[in-house]
C-alpha cells in the first residue's frame, strides 16, 4: 500500500525551530518529487516546499525561503522539513504529498494525514 | 508569478444536479501541470484530475476537467452525496482558493 506518515509536528514559540519528517512506503520512493504542502485552520492549500527524487531541484515558497529547508534520504524513504525562525503565521496542518512523477508540478497523488504546527507563545 | 482565481467561492446545488466550477489563471499556462483536487473536512486533498483533463486513479467518470490557456473547468455532472466539498485548482507551485460546493 502507498503510504505517507507525517510526524514531528507540535508547539512551538516564535522565533523556535522545528523538524518534520514523512515516511513513505509502498513505491520506489527515489523515483518521485515530493512535496510540503500547509494549509493554515479555516483556509486554502498553500505549496510550501519542493524536491526532486535526486535532491537535484528544490524550491521554496517566498513565504519561506531562507528559513526551512527541504531535504529527503531515499535510503531511509524519508522526507524531511526543517523550520527555522518559526512565526504565527506559520500555523497550519502540514502535508507531505508525493507527485506523480519527478516533475514537483506533475500533481500530487499521494498525501499524508497531515501533522499540526502550531506557533504560539 | 501565476495567480489561480476560483470561482465561485461557494456553490449551492442539489443532489442530482451539475456543478461547474472555474479556474482562471492570470496569464496562459500550459494545461499540461494544471490538476484539480477535492477535500473533505478533517481529510488530506485527493487527486481528480491531473493535465487538465485527464481523471486521477479511481475517480468517478462523473467528474471531468476542461480547459486551456487562462480557462480551466471543473464539471461533476451529476452530484452525488459524497461530492459535497471543497475544490482547489493547483498548478505547479500555486493553488487556487477553492471552490466550497454544498448542499442546498
Known amino acids: 500500500e502507498v503510504q505517507l506518515v507525517e510526524s514531528g509536528g507540535g508547539l512551538v514559540k516564535p522565533g523556535g525551530s522545528l523538524r518534520l519528517s514523512c515516511a513513505a512506503s509502498g513505491f520506489t520512493f527515489s523515483s518521485y518529487s515530493m512535496n510540503w504542502v500547509r494549509q493554515a485552520p479555516g483556509k486554502g492549500l498553500e505549496w510550501v516546499s519542493s524536491?526532486?527524487?535526486?535532491?537535484?531541484?528544490?524550491y521554496y515558497a517566498d513565504s519561506v525561503k531562507g528559513r526551512f529547508t527541504i531535504s529527503r534520504d531515499n535510503a531511509k524513504t524519508s522526507l524531511y522539513l526543517q523550520m527555522n525562525s518559526l512565526r504565527a503565521e506559520d500555523t497550519a496542518v502540514y502535508y507531505c504529498?508525493?507527485?506523480?512523477?519527478?516533475?514537483?508540478?506533475?500533481?500530487?497523488?499521494?498525501w499524508g494525514q497531515g501533522t499540526l504546527v502550531t506557533v504560539s507563545s | 508569478e501565476i495567480v489561480l482565481t476560483q470561482s465561485p467561492g461557494t456553490l449551492s446545488l442539489s443532489p442530482g444536479e451539475r456543478a461547474t466550477l472555474s479556474c482562471r489563471a492570470s496569464?496562459?499556462?500550459?494545461?499540461?501541470?494544471l490538476a484539480w483536487y477535492q477535500q473533505k473536512p478533517g481529510q488530506a486533498p485527493r487527486l481528480l484530475i491531473y493535465g487538465a483533463s485527464s481523471r486521477a486513479t479511481a475517480i468517478p467518470d462523473r467528474f471531468s476537467g476542461s480547459g486551456s490557456g487562462t480557462d480551466f473547468t471543473l464539471t461533476i455532472s451529476r452530484l452525488e452525496p459524497e461530492d459535497f466539498a471543497v475544490y482547489y485548482c493547483?498548478?505547479?507551485?500555486?493553488f487556487g482558493g477553492g471552490t466550497k460546493v454544498e448542499i442546498k
Open positions: 496569464q496562459s499556462v500550459s494545461s499540461s501541470y
Open positions: 524536491i526532486s527524487g535526486s535532491s537535484s531541484y528544490i
Open positions: 493547483h498548478l505547479e507551485s500555486t
Open positions: 504529498a508525493r507527485a506523480r512523477n519527478d516533475y514537483y508540478g506533475s500533481g500530487h497523488s499521494v
